[in-house]
């Protein structure tokens, strides 16, 4: 079907419809530029939530990649980065593939457009001006054969009349001939100039018109087949990154499915066991016998006077108690830390040590080598020059296989002094009973070293024996006793309380209060009966009930 000949005379709707199909050109490439726009922020965005998310270096982060969820998590983020560079890959592809190409496109296609219908109008104008000539002629013709009919009428009427001379008569006859002359004349212009009309209406109605609407027809046609590629273009731009975004989900998948719960526990052992052994069962302290004696038996006795036995007061706090954090890294032989973390670290730190030493002499081989080159081939290099450098190397050797048996020696001593687990947990026993046996009682319970992020202080083996009436002592191995409230306090900036002892808050919750701060910056708290620990003292706010302050 052809427009030129079913839409001849729908010239103007033809030149709006098509104006309409470079709109809508114009309307789908802004589509696909905005759509493309949409994938690279989304890829910004997962580039950035993924770096964000990333384990930053030097901090506890890093140290959790030794859990399989948290590798799995690492895996999962650097998926993302692929995906996101997938979506970054459909952006490109939209703008160069569709964008820039409906763009040139569109231009081309205004150009073809703009020519196409000025031939339109400049035909329409050559048959309109010919319509106008014609109509000139017909009008002139018109006008000629009225003129020929008034002469021819007024030279019968003088020749009617006897009172005209004959000369006027003449004149008018004449003026009559040359009336209906011009009349003929109009006729055969009229006539001739008809004929061309309708020739050449017939040719622009049946040749020209046709022609310059089957040109736009086609170029019509040819946007719309273009504007269906583009589309379909946008489709397989989509589906050209699908096989590489299920690997990215395969792989976050196959991270997923390598998380290991067993071994995850394991690594919770391995990073917080003490190697400490459980306290044994606490014998029973019998004081009946000790007041029964009578004052002169023992010089015992006679050092704690005739005074009536007094309870005595449990410890409050417990078994091993809190001491202020360690601020700072520790030392150099992590003596701060259980037996069982300080063996861990000593043997990382001489493991650290001997890589260090393989790679200086790995290094000191390199250089013998080409030392001996230069020895063998004088013009390749002068030996001497690498003697400095070997020298700074060799060093570097003493230095660190120095460290190494440094931290053997403190790996030798960790694992000398570190209990056995078949050996049964040694008993706790009183000062009394241990008076009353004649033995001194030594205070080598381990874990009474031990600080609230579960650090452990070497103390020197030569420790001087505890008196055994000392009832302080007695006191260590009480049982703890649920310590009363004193007052409430209102945390006013979060805490994270990941090492042993402490407590987590957030902002705005309210506590307990069981213990005032001693000045070293903590304060003990309870958030309910089984959940206590220290918090810094700065970042709370103590209300104190009154008898605790009067007291």
């Not at 922020?41 to 939530?49: F, S, T, V």
């Not at 003088?158 to 006729?187: C, F, G, L, W, Y």
């Not at 360690?326 to 001997?354: C, M, T, V």
Request: aromatic letters at 8%; one cysteine or more; charged letters at 35%.
């Amino acid at each position: 079907m052809s427009w030129g000949t079913e839409l001849w005379d729908q010239f103007d709707n033809l030149e709006k419809h098509t104006q309409w199909g470079i709109d809508f050109v114009e309307r789908y490439t802004k589509f696909v530029k905005e759509r493309s726009e949409i994938e690279l922020n989304y890829a910004k965005q997962i580039r950035n939530l993924s770096k964000k998310y990333q384990p930053k270096k030097n901090s506890r982060e890093e140290e959790e990649n030794k859990y399989s969820s948290c590798r799995a998590f690492l895996s999962t983020l650097n998926e993302l980065q692929d995906y996101a560079g997938q979506h970054e890959l459909v952006a490109e592809n939209l703008t160069a593939q569709i964008i820039a190409e409906l763009a040139k496109y569109t231009q081309e296609l205004k150009a073809e457009r703009k020519s196409h219908f000025h031939d339109g109008r400049k035909a329409q104008q050559q048959i309109e001006n010919s319509w106008k000539q014609l109509e000139a002629c017909k009008r002139r013709f018109e006008r000629d054969c009225k003129e020929a009919d008034r002469a021819q009428q007024y030279f019968e009427k003088m020749d009617a009349d006897i009172n005209v001379t004959k000369a006027d008569v003449e004149k008018a006859r004449q003026q009559s001939q040359m009336r209906h002359q011009m009349a003929s004349d109009s006729k055969n212009e009229y006539a001739a100039y008809l004929q061309k009309f309708n020739q050449e209406q017939n040719d622009h109605y049946y040749t020209i018109i046709p022609n310059i609407f089957q040109k736009i027809q086609d170029m019509e046609e040819k946007r719309i087949e273009r504007l269906g590629e583009s589309m379909r273009t946008f489709a397989e731009v989509d589906r050209q990154i699908l096989p590489i975004v299920g690997k990215c989900l395969d792989g976050i998948t196959t991270a997923a499915e390598s998380i290991e719960s067993k071994n995850d526990s394991k690594q919770v052992v391995d990073s917080y066991k003490s190697g400490f052994e459980p306290p044994g069962d606490v014998e029973f302290e019998d004081y009946g016998q000790a007041m029964k004696r009578a004052v002169s038996e023992t010089s015992l006795s006679n050092s704690r006077g005739e005074s009536k036995p007094e309870k005595p007061t449990k410890r409050q706090g417990k078994l091993w108690p809190f001491i202020k954090k360690n601020k700072g890294s520790g030392p150099e032989d992590f003596s701060h830390l259980p037996p069982e973390q300080r063996r861990k670290k000593l043997q990382a730190k001489i493991d650290d040590l001997n890589k260090d030493i393989q790679k200086e002499m790995d290094q000191r081989d390199a250089l013998t080598k080409m030392k001996d080159v230069y020895i063998k081939n004088p013009q390749m290099g002068d030996p001497t020059s690498l003697d400095p450098r070997l020298g700074e190397i060799a060093q570097n050797i003493d230095k660190l296989q120095a460290e190494v048996q440094k931290f053997e020696g403190w790996l030798a001593e960790v694992e000398g002094r570190m209990p056995v687990k078949s050996d049964p947990p040694t008993k706790r026993q009183s000062a009394v009973f241990e008076t009353q046996n004649n033995a001194p009682v030594t205070n080598n319970c381990a874990q009474d070293r031990e600080s609230p992020d579960g650090s452990y202080t070497e103390e020197p083996s030569s420790e001087p024996p505890v008196k055994a009436a000392d009832p302080e002592f007695d006191d260590e191995f009480e049982e703890e006793e649920v310590l009363p409230t004193i007052g409430t306090c209102k945390a006013l900036y979060p805490f994270e309380g990941t090492n042993e002892g402490t407590i987590s808050i957030t902002e705005g919750e309210l506590l307990y209060v069981i213990e005032e701060d001693k000045g070293d910056g903590w304060t003990r708290v309870r958030r309910n009966e089984e959940q206590e620990g220290y918090v810094p003292t700065s970042y709370v706010e103590v209300f104190l009930d009154n008898n605790t302050k009067d007291s």
